[in-house]
């Protein structure tokens, strides 16, 4: 999970060029990737924060709760800590240290709750705040190598469990949740345990992208969406397939060889300096052109690291360019209401002339007894 | 985990009518507790936006992306659904409700994403944003009876793995995951799975309130604190007891029995009327007398109930009255860094004369092999 100490000391110094650039005078990060990727730690999430304040030239300062700061203690060295009382109002240390190097443009990460946000504003009322996604993915969206190799690694891993998953199992006759814990056991088998998850969207469901598993028992004929990964030493997998019950209805080989060719195509599109948007344009005009457009209702993908969705979106509107060691997925799909859905996934990521897939498990259409 | 339909329906009519004596015009709350709260649903938390909007009068409106619409098909019976697609700005649809009943006021729940927030107030630029804490507590803090049913149920289930873990499992060789994994499997028989906690905290770690498992192998004589619970329908148990492994030493006795003590003070301290923060100074002044108030580093309680730190905090400076129907945790501690520490805690329903104990089980100190 931990990034190297060299590691977070050279993000550091880059996220303080960035800043520069960007005029920010503050970044504030509370828990999250964010937070994670900067220090190599993963705080507690609740009502107490703990923070990361970044200034955009000297040292930063943990801000942390006395009961979690042993913790964080070994980040001493590194940072100023701020140590605060349960009867002490923490936003007050994040606000003395924006008055004191006088921020005028205070950034936030994306997930920093409102709570903190609002006392924030109101104890820095002259300041201006932004969000910082734009400042942190300037850093996080390109992975280093290292990460790469995490990402690879996870995906061989989730790979692995797919291909056990399809050797030994069924699914007619099983229900979601059955499907799902099998799979489960499986990712731990293959050394995947951590945040594991698993979309196990069988027949009329499989028309829900995000469906919620349940004990609906699998029909002959059912094509069964699976999106399923999890985090190998902090980095996901992410990765989706769509096998079906028995023997396919023709309309569903027909459907799924549309999905298939949107995301060879979306695929064959990924390289440095394209758009985001034209992935997505890329696998829309195959699906489009096959007459199934107004079923594919949402992005064609997202980038993939510490977290399972992160910048960049490949999705139309974001005209960002891709760049090497921009790992991202490529996920088109087809949902008709009351009917069925496809859905097939990789994780891909972007190289110095193209595109390389970390997923390597078939994507034709499988029939599991 | 769902709310009854009525349930649901008396609590947005309570809370239109908090929201007037609030003087509160908008309501924005994304997937949270709160949501849940309010509609039987907890919902996917991502970068795509998904809130409940609820104005002062008239009916409450769902903000959800369009491929997880499916999930909240069934709240369209009674909210208004503004589905939104990949390309669209979702703040931009709560903005337009904001707009639309002019609204000057707008709460936020605190766990709201930053970036949303951000938003909202960039295109609601005249509106005055607060926490929607205080209205939000005014309702859940309270808990209705088929609330407290659950929690003493959740109590009950998890008394009862402790039990067995009593009964039998040895502390002293055992590593604090190998501990976890036991407590977790008891907790998984006895029904509890979902968002199971576990804080396995051995020897010198002990001083640690919050302390990160790790393979370290439990010692004879070493206290142990196990800080354990999960949900069962949706509603939390949250419990800790510090047994020892095998004999424990005469000054952990001593430090065992002051910890004992606070915690039958505070106890005793709840009732209808009593301010929290008479809680937390019951138990204090029990081990500042006894010569250890440093080592007490964190409030005595908090609130139980969707989730496992809410309101009432029972902490100084908070001078809000305990009423019938809180249920808050009783959890006193002692930390001495680098050597031991221990903690003792019970969930507590506040009743209309006084205040019982949802967990039954001893808090003597039990020594186990």
Not at 10 to 30: F, K, P, S, T, Y
Not at 65 to 85: C, Q
Not at 308 to 331: I, K, R, T
Request: glycine residues 8%; contains cysteine; proline residues 5%.
């Amino acid at each position: 999970m931990g990034a190297q100490p060299q590691a977070v000391e050279r993000r550091l110094h880059r996220l303080q060029q960035v800043m520069e650039q960007a005029q920010v005078d503050l970044l504030v990060i509370g828990p999250s990737a964010d937070f994670q990727y900067l220090t190599g730690h993963m705080p507690i999430l609740s009502e107490r924060l703990t923070a990361l304040v970044v200034p955009r030239q000297g040292r930063a300062t943990v801000v942390v709760p006395r009961l979690e700061a042993p913790l964080l203690a070994d980040l001493a060295d590194r940072y100023n800590m701020a140590i605060w009382d349960e009867t002490e109002r923490p936003a007050a240390r994040v606000a003395a240290i924006g008055r004191e190097i006088g921020a005028r443009t205070v950034a936030v990460n994306d997930q920093l709750w409102s709570v903190f946000l609002l006392q924030l504003e109101e104890l820095l009322a002259s300041a201006a705040f932004q969000s910082a996604a734009g400042v942190l993915s300037r850093l996080r969206a390109t992975k280093e190598a290292d990460e790469v190799a995490l990402l690879r690694e996870a995906a061989r891993r989730t790979d692995a469990a797919w291909e056990e998953f399809c050797a030994t199992s069924r699914l007619t006759g099983q229900t979601e949740l059955q499907v799902e814990a099998r799979l489960r056991e499986l990712m731990a088998k293959h050394g995947i345990t951590d945040e594991v998850f698993c979309i196990v969207a069988s027949g009329p469901n499989s028309a829900s992208p995000h469906h919620h598993n349940t004990d609906r028992v699998i029909q002959p004929g059912d094509p069964v969406v699976i999106d399923f990964g999890g985090r190998y030493q902090g980095y996901f997998s992410d990765i989706t397939r769509t096998p079906v019950a028995g023997e396919p209805h023709p309309d569903l080989v027909k459907i799924y060889e549309i999905v298939k060719a949107a995301q060879q195509a979306a695929f064959e599109a990924i390289r440095p300096g394209v758009a985001c948007q034209d992935v997505d344009r890329a696998a829309r005009r195959v699906i489009t052109e096959a007459g199934y457009g107004e079923y594919f209702i949402h992005r064609v993908g997202h980038g993939l690291g510490l977290t399972v969705h992160e910048e960049p979106y490949l999705v139309e509107g974001n005209a960002q360019p891709l760049q090497p060691g921009m790992v991202v997925s490529d996920e088109p799909g087809v949902y008709i209401a009351g009917q069925w859905g496809v859905r097939i996934e990789d994780a891909v990521v972007v190289t110095e002339d193209g595109a390389e897939r970390l997923n390597q498990v078939s994507r034709e259409l499988i029939a599991l007894p």
